[in-house]
């Protein structure tokens, strides 16, 4: 519990603030150092930040008041030869503070428990507050752990699911990247950037060769950025523009046997059509890695449409990108469980040689399953 230091002498309609784990424990501190008649003006709910709100105990921020007429520790009122309204009335002036007093240790207690009330308590509504999508919800459900979930601390339970999710992933067969790779995306998911860590992790920290090829069709495809990366990185960067083929020499095996990667431009959502000449790209020079770059931060359904897209175009591996603008990481279970692509990275950051998280379910556990 956080509290001030209890002062020598109450100043009289001052004002303090007490963060307390339960609404007894908020009555008890008020009394011990407010006094009696200290009366509560607001009671909210507070919690840790980020996804540790949901596996600690809730507190209350209450704030309280001291009374006009009280100016020391005093629990009593100074003693009054005048005789009160409630004194008129049939009551002493003792019996009227004590009602006015229960009554607002009454709204207290009334307060903070609406406060907590809405706080999860079981494992599905952790689940969802997490992110969790209701169609994973209704597959994790079918697991025993649900139906043994009322029955043992909710900390067991996380790591029961946790350990189920990670067996889901372990049957699934892992592909590894071939020596052709493309990277796909629509507009603005990072792409490029996506391209650039994976170069950053191949050559200069496993010390791999690779070269790169910028390919632009009927859609611009800026290769600013990219061409200084690359410059960097001591790469050889090459432009594949419409009207060329393979006979360029722009896409031929390298002889020393290092990874061709190539930058496509952004994939069509509204006229996919429009993505076929990608499509034919691909097939034609054997690329047949193909790496789908989706951003986190966009809202189910559209992640749901730029799957597809590039499963249109035959994507065999899923990169997530923009990871640090995300809170909540539950949605991207439906991508790594229910989808077919092979996942490669997390992009959880701008840096181009950095920022690049492999262990993807690892990290997508610690984010939603702490502890699992």
Known sequence: MSTPTKPSTLQAGATYKFVVRSAEEAVQTIRERLGENARVLSV??????????????????????????ETNLSPYPPDGGGESVAGRNGASSDDAGLSGRVTDYAAARAAASMALRDIPTRLPELLRRSGF????????QG?????AQQDQPLHHAIAE???????????RPAHPLPARVAFLGT???GRTTALCKWLAKEVFSRQRMARVLKAEFDRPNPAEGL????????LTLDYFAPGQDETSGRTTPDESGGALYADLPGLSLRAPGENLVLKKFLDR???DGRVLVLNAAYDPVMLRRAYAAGRDLGATHLVFTHLDELEHWGKLWDFLIEGELTPLFLATGPSLTGDCEEAMIDAVLRRTLPGA
């Open 187 to 189: 507009p603005g998911v």
């Open 285 to 287: 020079e054997k690329f």
């Open 44 to 69: 909210r709910q507070v919690g840790a930040q980020g996804l540790a709100r949901l596996f600690q105990s809730p507190k209350l921020e209450v704030i309280a008041q001291v009374p006009e007429a």
């Open 143 to 147: 697991l025993p752990v649900f139906a």
């Open 161 to 171: 699911v946790g350990q189920a999710l990670r067996q889901i992933v372990q049957k």
């Open 133 to 140: 999508s209701e169609a994973m919800l209704a597959r994790l």
């Open 227 to 234: 061409a200084v990366f690359c410059e960097a990185l001591g």
